[in-house]
């Protein structure tokens, strides 16, 4: 399965300020994920990034508070802008290849003060 | 639109005891299924899935899951867990009409106690 490379693993950001999140992958790969966990919740998905084209938001999630690039098929990153505390949460990258599932990033655990 | 249930928040278990996991989905066409682990502090790890086949999947650590169509279901079982298996585990779907994407449940802590 593809290994993904998720930086930063952790961060305590100002309320106001933005992060950018970024996920490399060591394979090429069509589509890729991006998942937010909430403390003590499941996985929401937040989008899914296709190389070239606009990412596609789910319900609740909008390109102004959650900008996705994906320049290639290996890499995407994910900005949380102008967080507030409701944004503390981990943020998590996630690919999937046929015939090997879904496969996930370690993680970005965001504390926004 | 696919959802998955996990009906159980939290399952405490004594150490070498069997466990099992329950997990239902929403019926479609054809579904692939999932079952991840997330361990304290960490990123998912893929326990195991059911892409086509045999509908007794093993995974990783002496994890199996069962998956029933008629019942719509995909329970995860250990015969035996450890204290090392305290963790939360997730089920997950993707149908077949998803654009490729995964729908979690809600998630299951387990607690092994000795």
């Known amino acids: 399965s593809a290994v993904i490379s998720q930086k930063p693993s952790r961060d305590i950001c100002q309320r106001g300020t933005s992060l950018t999140i970024q996920c490399q992958v060591d394979?090429?790969?069509?589509?890729m994920f991006w998942y937010r966990q909430q403390p003590g919740q499941s996985l929401t998905l937040i989008a899914t990034?296709?190389?070239?084209?606009?990412?596609?938001?789910e319900s609740g999630f909008v390109i102004d508070k959650f900008p996705i690039s994906r320049p290639n098929l290996t890499f995407s990153t994910l900005t949380v802008s102008n967080m507030s505390p409701e944004d503390s949460s981990i943020y998590l990258c996630?690919?999937?290849?046929?015939?090997?599932?879904?496969?996930f990033g370690s993680g970005t655990r965001l504390t926004v003060v | 639109a696919q959802s998955v249930t996990q009906l159980d928040s939290q399952v405490p278990v004594f150490e070498e005891a069997p466990v099992e996991l329950r997990c239902n989905y929403s019926s479609s066409v054809s579904v692939y299924l999932f079952w991840y682990v997330q361990y304290p502090n960490q990123g998912l790890q893929l326990l195991l899935k059911?892409?086509?086949?045999?509908?007794l999947v093993k995974g990783i650590n002496g994890f199996e899951a069962e998956f029933n169509k008629s019942q719509t279901s995909f329970h995860l079982r250990k015969p035996s867990v450890h204290i090392s298996d305290t963790a939360e585990y997730f089920c997950?779907?993707?149908?077949?009409?998803?654009?490729?994407?995964?729908?979690f449940g809600q998630g299951t802590e387990l607690s092994v106690k000795p």
């Open positions: 059911y892409l086509s086949g045999s509908t």
């Open positions: 997950a779907a993707k149908g077949n009409n998803q654009g490729g994407k995964l729908i």
């Open positions: 990034a296709n190389q070239g084209s606009e990412a596609t938001y």
């Open positions: 996630s690919v999937s290849r046929t015939g090997y599932g879904y496969t």
């Open positions: 394979s090429q790969v069509t589509m």
